[in-house]
């Protein structure tokens, strides 16, 4: 499954299995967003995992 262009939300992406699906779906092309409520440093560091795959990310802090 390829998903080029489309755009993801990960909540609790920093961690565990939020981690893995965010990668997941970056590895298939999707941009994402790793949502995170306390650890600024492990979703920075998903971030530049997500950027090393030729995909956008970002950071968002908030809790859900």
Excluded: H, P, W
Aim: with cysteine; net charge positive; proline share 0%.
């Amino acid at each position: 499954m390829r998903l080029e262009g489309q755009r993801a939300l990960i909540t609790g992406g920093s961690r565990s299995i939020g981690r893995g699906i965010a990668l997941g779906l970056a590895r298939e092309g999707a941009d994402v967003a790793v949502n995170f409520r306390y650890s600024r440093e492990s979703a920075e560091d998903v971030v530049r995992q997500i950027k090393e795959m030729g995909c956008r990310a970002i950071a968002v802090q908030g809790s859900t």
